[in-house]
């Protein structure tokens, strides 16, 4: 595989290496911690894997990490699970958050931008007085530090707001966004029981306003442990009776107050898609999150106060989580609420021009529609602001690597990275010192031992392996939620290699040192004991101008074969004739192998997705294979649940 792309895309030049702040700390650790000054980025690598205590220790002090009680050493326990870090610390989260009002207080810290596209700044000052005020009013309600804070709100600054407010009291904030429906954000908050509500009447999206009063009503009744419900008149109504206004709970002119909670003290509870059953609530800490994210924001993605940091995000995914924990680097902060295309597919790029961003992060299946729709990013837009554009969501595709090189600039840092809500992290991806290589990320994060393990538990390099970690990272899981024994915590992770991260994603590793991700190995193409990642079969075939998107499954057969369809969403006027249907088979074979070729190629109304805008393979495999549909998939996870009925008529044709 090291072959494939023998010249890189991208180089930076000398002196944005230098300026690197990967490269500052990388000399100021060599003289205070022993670690290599030369051999650059890799050596660096090397030394965060192998002196792992020191390398945090390290990241605590380059980063002025505020311990209120000390700690007694960095990592109590490394066995995972229930690494334990920090032991005796206390600090918050919050706190750290703020840090930059006492210096830049009248700067922005947070722009938002809705689907009119005008910027609106919240200063630093501001931000930090409404949140003083509000953790004031949540102390007042009675909320304690373990108290579980939930929002259903959009990407607005309120939300910021009030996961910091959340934050500085000790509370655990859990967030959905507003179009999930009622039952997806029941399936996630009954589980946590909250005793607040932060809800807005409605939003806005592709040119529509949504009301969700009924829902918010719904809600109410079906959270039986909600203490106080708090109004946001996105849309202008009236506050409900019985409910608090957001105006008058943030009026205050108050010093935030900042509880000092313990290093592990839960900060929020993310929660997996949930696509066959109630989705994990994963609670990650406070410490773990603060320090995972600076060093993943001000090292990996280099951003600093000068920066301005824009995410396409909504409150229900991690990366809003992610994006709002840019301020601990003193970075601005781009909200965007709204339709990622709208008035028209290059939205984005006409908010990163009018915001100034620096780092643009968006996901790959928008720069591949950007590249299907024929949008010229620098031909209408300036955009000389822009140093990076990351994505993730579901690997970059080569195509999209090129496009983005030909339509952005050729100067650009492009940064596909990959992680997890599960850590709330990259496992890989944007290094700035780095040369950037044509459908590859750049290489593995500090302090994260990644390697790709064949199915007896080697390490394999230039061959496709299973994503696994072997050391703890800071914002793994401190456990779920209701998992009493941690057994579903384990299973979750450590029960194919025990006492190894297994992620579920094919990888490879290349002797340059760089990662390809495949695609999930849960849903994996195995023919003929070969295994294939879906993502390889995607991106040859979305590469075909008919071709909106598709969808590949395995499935093994009771006779002891094997079939493997391609479901194929065509774009409007294109029709599934005899002609694409060779096309689309001769792509396959000449791009990736003739085993990738599919035994059927089927014509479909639409693919599946998560709420967060994931394909769903597994569901899919489980219906075609003759799980009920009840039973193969939560249909509150699903964002077109019609869909599913196709495959499930397919199936029972089939039988």
Same mark, same amino acid.
């Given at each position: 595989m090291s072959t494939v792309n023998p010249e890189p895309l991208w180089r930076p030049d000398p002196q944005r290496i230098a300026d690197a702040q990967v490269t500052r700390f990388q000399t100021w650790a060599a003289e205070r911690h022993g670690a290599p000054s030369d051999g650059g980025y890799p050596a660096l690598h090397r030394w965060s894997v192998s002196e792992l205590e020191t390398f945090w220790t390290a990241v605590t002090e380059w980063f002025d990490v505020r311990f209120s009680t000390p700690y007694a050493r960095v990592l109590g326990d490394r066995a995972m699970p229930g690494a334990q870090w920090f032991p005796g610390a206390t600090l918050n989260y919050a706190e750290h958050a703020l840090r930059a009002a006492t210096t830049r207080a009248d700067e922005p810290a947070l722009l938002y !931008?809705?689907?009119?596209? =005008?910027?609106?700044?919240?200063?630093?000052? %501001?931000?930090?007085?409404?949140? *003083?005020?509000?953790?004031? =009013?949540?102390?007042?309600? *009675?909320?304690?530090? *373990?108290?579980?804070?939930?929002?259903?709100?959009?990407?607005?600054?309120?939300?910021?707001?009030?996961?910091?407010?959340?934050?500085? !009291?000790?509370?655990?904030?859990t967030s959905c966004a507003p179009d999930f429906g009622a039952r997806s954000v029941l399936d996630r908050f009954q589980q946590v029981e909250p005793v607040v509500l932060f809800t807005v009447d409605g939003y806005r999206y592709g040119g529509k306003e949504h009301d969700r009063r009924d829902v918010v009503a719904e809600l109410r009744s079906e959270l039986p442990t909600l203490r106080a419900v708090v109004h946001i008149p996105l849309l202008g109504t009236e506050t409900p009776e019985g409910a608090l206004d957001w105006s008058d709970l943030t009026a205050a002119d108050q010093e935030p107050a900042f509880e000092q909670v313990p290093f592990d003290h839960p900060l929020w509870v993310l929660y997996s898609s949930g696509t066959t059953g109630l989705p994990k609530a994963i609670v990650q800490s406070q410490g773990g999150i603060l320090l995972e994210h600076l060093k993943q924001l001000g090292l990996h993605c280099d951003l600093g106060p000068e920066d301005r940091f824009f995410w396409y995000t909504s409150t229900g995914w991690m990366m809003w989580n992610f994006l709002v924990s840019g301020l601990l680097t003193g970075t601005t902060l781009v909200l965007y609420d709204g339709s990622p295309g709208y008035p028209d597919t290059a939205a984005q790029w006409r908010i990163a021009e009018r915001t100034g961003a620096t780092l643009y992060g968006t996901s790959a299946a928008y720069v591949m529609a950007c590249r299907k729709a024929d949008v010229h990013p620098a031909r209408d837009f300036d955009l000389s602001t822009v140093r990076c554009v990351a994505t993730t969501g579901s690997p970059l595709p080569p195509d999209g690597f090129?496009?983005? #090189?030909?339509?952005?600039?050729e100067d650009l840092w492009i940064a596909s990275v990959s992680g997890g809500t599960d850590v709330c992290s990259c496992f890989a991806g944007a290094v700035p010192t780095l040369p950037v290589y044509t459908g590859e990320l750049q290489a593995p994060c500090l302090g994260t031992d990644l390697q790709a393990w064949d199915p007896s538990g080697r390490p394999v390099i230039d061959e496709v392996g299973e994503l696994v970690v072997t050391n703890p990272m800071p914002s793994m899981p401190v456990y779920f939620w209701n998992d009493p024994d941690g057994s579903r915590y384990h299973d979750s992770y450590f029960d194919t290699y025990p006492g190894a991260w297994r992620h579920g994603d094919w990888i490879t590793l290349t002797s340059r040192g760089s990662v390809v991700i495949h695609g999930r190995s849960d849903s994996t193409l195995n023919r003929q004991g070969v295994r294939m990642g879906s993502a390889d079969i995607y991106e040859?075939?979305?590469? @075909?101008?008919e071709i909106k998107e598709s969808l590949v499954i395995g499935i093994e057969q009771p006779d002891g074969g094997y079939w493997m369809p391609l479901f194929v969403h065509l774009t409007p006027g294109a029709v599934l004739d005899?002609?694409? @249907?060779?096309? /689309?088979?001769?792509? /396959?074979? =000449?791009?990736?192998? &003739?085993? #990738?070729?599919?035994?059927?190629? /089927?014509?479909?109304? *639409?693919?599946? #997705?998560?709420?967060?805008?994931?394909? /769903?393979?597994?569901?899919?495999?489980?219906?075609?294979?003759?799980? &009920?549909?009840?039973?193969?998939?939560?249909?509150?996870?699903? %964002?077109?649940?019609?869909?599913? #009925?196709?495959? =499930?008529?397919?199936?029972?044709?089939?039988?």
């Open positions: !931008v809705d689907e009119t596209h =005008e910027p609106r700044p919240v200063t630093w000052s %501001d931000l930090r007085r409404q949140v *003083g005020s509000l953790a004031a =009013e949540l102390r007042r309600l *009675g909320v304690r530090p *373990g108290d579980r804070v939930s929002a259903y709100l959009p990407n607005i600054p309120q939300a910021v707001v009030a996961l910091l407010a959340t934050a500085a !009291v000790g509370g655990v904030w090129r496009w983005l #090189h030909d339509e952005v600039r040859a075939v979305e590469r @075909l101008p005899q002609a694409l @249907l060779d096309r /689309i088979r001769q792509t /396959i074979r =000449e791009e990736l192998s &003739p085993r #990738h070729v599919p035994d059927e190629v /089927i014509e479909v109304p *639409g693919v599946p #997705h998560t709420l967060t805008g994931k394909r /769903i393979e597994v569901p899919v495999k489980r219906l075609l294979q003759g799980t &009920p549909l009840e039973k193969a998939v939560n249909p509150g996870s699903i %964002d077109n649940l019609d869909l599913l #009925h196709f495959y =499930e008529d397919l199936a029972r044709k089939r039988s």
